[in-house]
């Protein structure tokens, strides 16, 4: 069975700093993706970065960059120079060999000013 | 980028009535799409995967009578909730994945619906 966790509820960070949001992912499956989304208040969900499993280099995505530990089965998510913009809910998201995506609990992050 | 149109954005509807939910792909061809459901501050829920030209697969525990999808065409799905009750009343969510394994699922935004 498949399964992502994302043990922080909620995140404060302060403006322009760096923002590490953690995702842990289980399966059996030897080919996957994982997928970070960013769900702003209004509801609509903004897909931010993708890490295939057999990506050896950590994917970057602007200010938004993966660390994939893949021994470790983790894939957090680092935002850096945050901005008031970026508070929201964050998603980690990962797509099996079934080609079902499936979500994590999510993060909620807040950015002070 | 890939764009997903979802219509309404909002519906309210009495008890016993049924309510359609539209999702587009504008500028791509989506041969799946997903529904999914979404509690108050809770994750996304999947329901269903929807394929064109055949029945949608349904996640165990949801109502393929209650929850009609179909899935016409290559840039259409369409979810019916069908004799709606209060505790259907929730944020509905499509998405269309691309061409291509590593292709995002790319959402719509959403529909809330609530059910009096």
């Known amino acids: 069975a498949q399964k992502i966790t994302q043990t922080q509820p909620g995140m404060f960070v302060q403006e322009k700093e760096a923002v590490t949001l953690d995702c842990t992912y289980d399966t059996s499956d030897q080919s996957y993706g994982l997928f970070w989304y960013k769900q702003p208040s209004s509801g609509e969900m903004i897909f931010l970065i993708y890490?295939?499993?057999?990506?050896?280099q950590n994917a970057t995505e602007g200010r938004y960059s993966l660390n994939f530990q893949k021994a470790r089965k983790s894939a957090n998510l680092v935002i850096s120079a945050s901005q008031l913009g970026d508070s929201a809910m964050y998603f980690c998201a990962m797509r099996g060999a079934t080609y079902k995506y499936i979500f994590g609990t999510g993060t909620r992050l807040k950015v002070l000013a | 980028g890939a764009v997903v149109s979802q219509h309404p954005s909002r519906v309210i509807c009495k008890s016993g009535t049924s309510v359609k939910i539209e999702c587009r792909s504008l500028d791509f061809q989506a041969t799946t799409m997903f529904w999914y459901r979404q509690f108050p501050k809770k994750s996304l829920m999947l329901m269903a995967t929807s394929n064109e030209g055949s029945k949608a697969t349904y996640e165990q525990g949801v109502e393929k009578d209650k929850f009609l999808i179909n899935h016409a065409s290559l840039t259409l799905s369409t979810l019916t909730v069908t004799s709606a009750h209060p505790e259907d009343s929730s944020f509905y969510i499509c998405?269309?994945?691309?061409?291509?394994?590593?292709?995002?699922?790319?959402f719509g935004n959403g529909t809330r619906l609530t059910v009096t």
């Open positions: 890490q295939g499993s057999y990506d050896e």
């Open positions: 998405s269309a994945k691309g061409a291509g394994l590593n292709s995002p699922l790319h």
